[in-house]
Each structure stands twice: as structure tokens, then as C-alpha cells.
């Protein structure tokens, strides 16, 4: 089975400072999704980026941008120029492309606070 | 891209009740997902809800204690029985297929509390 681990439970940032989330992964697939997600207090989980490891360009959202190296199954998200709106809690999630496994395997998260 | 919504945004129940969860998409999904995200934890998926068959459910999770319905493809319900206070959760909807089949996207989710 696919495990996810965010290994930094919280975090902070100053604004307009630049902050890398971790998030590590394993599986024994080869093809597969990764993705970052923010859930702010509101609890809606919004999509922050997706990568796809088939493809070794990192993926890049305007002030987000990931590092994937697939061989140390590692994906961390770095927030650029931070703002006080990315407050929130971060998961990082896997996907199988296998088959019809649409199931997504979350880590338990990062808290980020974005300090003034 | 497609707009998700859920009712109610939050419940207070008794214990041994039955609760039941609406999601609505504003256009035309393949696939429908229900996740559970206990206090202070990650989420986890209950179920995955397709239009015309049953729901597939993961382990850990039954029919009976969770039915789903998914009678269309813009609507799913959930329904969380016979209640105790370990099922107070912040219930999620997900949907794919709106142009990515490979993403999904959340609905802001219901906060349930039983006493």
C-alpha cells in the first residue's frame, strides 16, 4: 500500500519570505499522481498544483512550485513571496494511474503560519 | 471549472440518528468520493460513489453504517447512521471528470457533531 509522510507538522513564515513543505512517499509504481492541497479554516480542501511523475519538469502555480524527485520519492512544495492568505493547513497526496484506483492517499499534514 | 456545494455546512446530532449529506456539482461528473476527516487528522476515504452502480466502499468502512446514493451525475448523498460521538468528522464530497480525470476537487465539506 502507498504511504504518504509530512514530516514537518508545523510551520511559519514571515511575509514575503519563500517556505518548502516536505512530503515523502512510497509506492512500487512507476506512474502515478502527486498533489499539494491547502485546507484554510474554511475546511474546503482547494487544489494547490499536481504533478504528474512521468514528467520531469517540476510543476509550477504562479507563487507555487514543487521539487519532485522521483527517485527519492520526495515532492516538496515551495510558496514564493508568501502572503498571509496561504495560512493554512497543507496535505500532500498520491494517486495510482493504475487501473481504475482513483483512491487519493493524503499525508497528515503541515500547518503553515504566515506571520506579518 | 465545476462547482461543488454541500448541505448542511454543519449538524449537531444525538446519538443514535441518522444524518444525511447532499453533494451537488454544477455540471456533469464521472466519478463521486466521500471522505472522512476526523479532528486534527488527515482525510480519509469512505467510498467511491459512481452514477448506476454501487458504491465501492474501503476498508473499515460498510454500507450499513454509510449508504450512498449517487441517482445522477451532478448529485451523491451520504448518509452516516445510527450515530456515535466517534463519527463526529468533517465529512468531504470530491468529484473528477470535469475535463481532468486525474484530479479531483472538494466540496467545502460538513462539520458533524454528536453528543
Known amino acids: 500500500a502507498q504511504t504518504v509522510t509530512q514530516s514537518q507538522p508545523e510551520m511559519s513564515v514571515q511575509e514575503a519570505e519563500t517556505v518548502t513543505l516536505s512530503c515523502t512517499y512510497d509506492?512500487?509504481?512507476?506512474?502515478?499522481?502527486l498533489f499539494w492541497y491547502k485546507q484554510p479554516p474554511s475546511r474546503q480542501m482547494i487544489l494547490v498544483i499536481r504533478?504528474?511523475?512521468?514528467?520531469?519538469q517540476n510543476a509550477t502555480e504562479n507563487r507555487f512550485s514543487v521539487n519532485f524527485q522521483k527517485a527519492a520519492k520526495s515532492f516538496s512544495l515551495k510558496i514564493s513571496d508568501s502572503q498571509l492568505g496561504d495560512a493554512a493547513m497543507y496535505f500532500c497526496?498520491?494517486?495510482?494511474?493504475?487501473?481504475?484506483?482513483?483512491?487519493?492517499?493524503f499525508g497528515k499534514g503541515t500547518l503553515l503560519t504566515v506571520n506579518p | 471549472s465545476a462547482v461543488i456545494s454541500q448541505k448542511p455546512s454543519r449538524d449537531i446530532c444525538q446519538r443514535g440518528t441518522s444524518l444525511t449529506i447532499q453533494c451537488q456539482v454544477d455540471s456533469q461528473v464521472t466519478m463521486m468520493f466521500w471522505y472522512r476527516q476526523q479532528p486534527g487528522q488527515s482525510l480519509t476515504l469512505i467510498a467511491t460513489a459512481n452514477q448506476g452502480s454501487e458504491a465501492t466502499y474501503e476498508s473499515g468502512f460498510v454500507i450499513d453504517k454509510f449508504p450512498i446514493s449517487r441517482p445522477n451525475l451532478t448529485f451523491s448523498t451520504l448518509t452516516v447512521s445510527n450515530m456515535s460521538p466517534e463519527d463526529s468528522s468533517i465529512y468531504l464530497c470530491s468529484f473528477s471528470g470535469d475535463g481532468k480525470q486525474d484530479t479531483q476537487y472538494f466540496g467545502p465539506g460538513t462539520r458533524l457533531t454528536v453528543l
Open positions: 504533478q504528474e511523475a512521468y514528467k520531469q
Open positions: 509506492t512500487s509504481e512507476s506512474d502515478y499522481y
Open positions: 497526496a498520491y494517486r495510482s494511474r493504475r487501473g481504475s484506483n482513483y483512491k487519493l492517499t
